[in-house]
């Protein structure tokens, strides 16, 4: 086939940087300063910078998009996924054209949300998402067509990850379906990669970038650093990308399970600046099928073709000490039949309720050996005990029962505000500065400044938490002490939390580390309604008494810079990572006077209600109720798989 004049730069054509804390001055061996994980990092305007070149550039998208449809001719309502999609460039075309069956993917949020802003601004219908490419979050056989372009195959330290990858895209591949891959010319840049380069971006920016083979010569390895022409070093990075030649890629598909593995020619790329070009500089492209039975629909003495689901809820016939009047009300029926009719659209699924506290050991048992997962949202705990939220969990690993959501572990250590601050800090997290008064203690002294706000130690869902609970004044604090211990009963520690005064955010995660969760969009409770006499802070009021001043408190999108979004993100799956929380979690920061993060509290096994935060977050980021429900249902199934 001909040589044809296009450049498929998708997520990163030079690869997708690691930004580094510090330049590191003249390096002997770039391959010792790679991490092995460079391609998790989230990134930003810098990467658009350096590859503007090629992703900016609307005239190279059509062409691109020309070869694509003119090799693959797939119909106006295929199926198609974009996968590694950086940006969207490739599938927002794709749907410009009237193509109606367009879904992408990709591992940068900050990528995925620009892509997200670009179809809303157009009004253009592509389901865009956040994942990982070796776990993806659709079932089996869902697309026509799956796309990697623009050199987005070969990221991973080991060869078995891009293995995962193309099982993964057979898996949702649909009988007969393609495959069409786009990656870097192997041999070629193995015999003619430039070592060293530099160029100019623009008029402020200049990048400098080498590059050498890694020891077994599998891989390129480029270090890129840039730099402002006032401010210095921006980033230095590292990066690695496997290099496959046709010989090696066909072995690589036939491995994984593709059949009529085809080579479409070579591609020449072409820079709108005329700039290095790295390793997008010669490409292959190839096609493949899968050749694969359809799956067969469930019959009596067949395979289910649903799963089994048994939702556990908290029990309505109990009293719920941290509901107001004690019992469940309308507001919560009402909560649990939008949970039910939000499940009801899952229909790779059959969903079956126990919320009788009182033979629930006894259905457990007779369930084992008949589910395939207990969809845990009894997050009041057995029979409604908030102390007990962990006995759940412990009961089903003592039947030996799938579940959703953390542990009894990681309950119990999140439930204990004071000990996830010292966890915290001894991982190098900021908290607000706090003092610890225990239930003997009837004197004491504050060691920091008022305003303070005080807390339970124990308890969530805002329990003990009021507008009383910001005291600006030593008499203040007493009486807001006094209160809890006495007008509540708590007879447990107390934690007294200097009061911060910036946005109040929250965060939620869904998936697993290292590699399978989503970061849904940061929220900040919007006080602009509240009188201006009242503390800011989303307490009971806001989250239990509608009627309330605080029944105005709105979640919203966060505002807050790039910078600052990051920390808190990278801190984030640091700590659920520490403290084990599994499949869905929140964590709820405030910023200090000075706009630095400090963090207030995890919750693992955050609220599900449709009008909750998690659920506000996931509708911010285009997910909806269903949609947020599958995608933790689909992780725990996951992780539960590769256990």
């Known amino acids: 086939m001909a040589q044809k004049s296009a450049s498929f730069k998708k997520g990163v054509h030079r690869g997708r940087p690691r930004k580094q804390t510090k330049f590191l001055g003249p390096v002997a061996n770039l391959e010792e300063h790679v991490p092995p994980d460079w391609w998790r990092t989230l990134f930003g305007p810098v990467y658009l910078k350096t590859d503007g070149d090629v992703v900016e550039d609307t005239n190279l998208t059509r062409t691109e998009v020309d070869v694509i449809l003119e090799i693959l001719q797939p119909s106006p309502d295929a199926a198609i996924l974009d996968l590694c999609c950086g940006q969207g460039r490739h599938s927002l075309e794709l749907a410009r054209r009237g193509y109606t069956g367009v879904c992408a993917l990709d591992r940068s949020r900050y990528l995925i949300q620009k892509a997200k802003n670009q179809a809303r601004k157009e009004g253009l219908n592509v389901a865009f998402k956040e994942g990982d490419a070796r776990k993806l979050p659709y079932p089996d056989e869902s697309f026509d067509y799956v796309l990697l372009l623009g050199n987005s195959f070969g990221y991973f330290e080991s060869i078995r990850d891009d293995i995962l990858v193309l099982r993964e895209v057979m898996r949702v591949l649909k009988p007969m379906g393609k495959v069409f891959i786009d990656v870097a010319d192997g041999e070629y840049l193995r015999n003619n990669f430039k070592a060293r380069s530099w160029e100019w971006i623009d008029k402020r920016y200049f990048v400098c970038r080498e590059r050498s083979l890694s020891t077994d010569r599998t891989r390129l390895i480029s270090r890129e650093i840039v730099i402002h022409a006032q401010k210095g070093v921006v980033v230095d990075q590292f990066y690695s990308e496997r290099l496959y030649s046709e010989?090696?890629?066909?072995?690589?598909?036939?491995?994984?399970?593709?059949?009529?593995?085809?080579?479409?020619?070579?591609?020449?790329?072409?820079?709108?600046?005329?700039?290095?070009?790295?390793?997008?500089e010669q490409r292959i492209l190839v096609t493949a099928r899968v050749n694969k039975q359809k799956k067969r629909v469930q019959k009596k003495g067949?395979?289910?073709?649903?799963?089994?689901?048994?939702?556990?809820?908290?029990?309505?016939?109990?009293?719920?000490?941290?509901?107001?009047?004690?019992?469940?009300?309308?507001?919560?029926?009402?909560?649990?039949?939008?949970?039910?009719?939000?499940?009801?659209?899952?229909?790779?699924?059959?969903?079956?309720?126990?919320?009788?506290?009182?033979?629930?050991?006894r259905e457990l048992i007779g369930l084992k050996g008949k589910v395939d997962l207990v969809l845990n949202f009894c997050d009041e705990g057995f029979k409604n005990d908030p102390y007990k939220e962990l006995h759940i969990p412990a009961l089903l690993e003592m039947l030996d029962l799938p579940y959703t959501g953390s542990g009894p572990q990681c309950l119990a250590y999140c439930y204990d505000k004071s000990l996830v601050r010292g966890v915290a800090r001894e991982m190098g997290v900021p908290v607000p500065r706090a003092c610890f008064i225990k239930p003997e203690d009837m004197a004491f002294s504050i060691p920091i400044a008022f305003p303070v706000i005080v807390k339970p130690n124990f308890g969530d869902s805002s329990f003990g938490i009021t507008e009383k609970s910001v005291c600006f004044s030593l008499e203040e604090l007493v009486e807001a002490i006094a209160w809890i211990r006495e007008k509540l009963g708590y007879t447990q520690p107390i934690l007294v939390e200097e009061f911060l005064t910036g946005k109040d955010l929250s965060v939620g995660i869904i998936g697993n580390l290292p590699d399978n969760y989503i970061v849904l969009p940061i929220t900040e409770e919007d006080y602009s309604e509240l009188p201006p006499d009242l503390p800011r802070i989303c307490g009971y009021e806001a989250k239990w008494l509608p009627d309330s001043p605080y029944g105005k408190v709105r979640s919203v999108k966060a505002e807050i810079p790039e910078s600052i979004e990051k920390l808190i993100v990278e801190h984030s799956l640091k700590l659920i990572e520490r403290f084990g929380c599994r499949d869905y979690v929140r964590l709820d920061w405030r910023l200090d006077e000075e706009g630095y993060p400090r963090l207030l509290e995890i919750n693992p096994n955050p609220g599900w209600c449709y009008d909750g935060h998690l659920a506000k977050m996931a509708a911010i980021g285009g997910m909806s109720y269903s949609e947020l429900l599958q995608t933790i249902i689909e992780t725990a199934l996951l992780r539960i798989e590769r256990q």
């Open 302 to 361: 067949l395979i289910r073709s649903q799963k089994e689901i048994v939702v556990l809820l908290g029990d309505p016939k109990q009293k719920d000490f941290l509901k107001p009047g004690t019992v469940f009300d309308e507001d919560d029926f009402y909560t649990i039949e939008q949970l039910k009719e939000a499940l009801s659209r899952l229909e790779r699924f059959r969903f079956t309720f126990l919320d009788n506290h009182g033979t629930l050991i």
């Open 247 to 280: 010989k090696s890629l066909k072995e690589l598909l036939e491995k994984s399970g593709f059949s009529e593995i085809t080579f479409h020619g070579e591609f020449v790329p072409q820079s709108s600046r005329n700039q290095d070009l790295g390793m997008m």
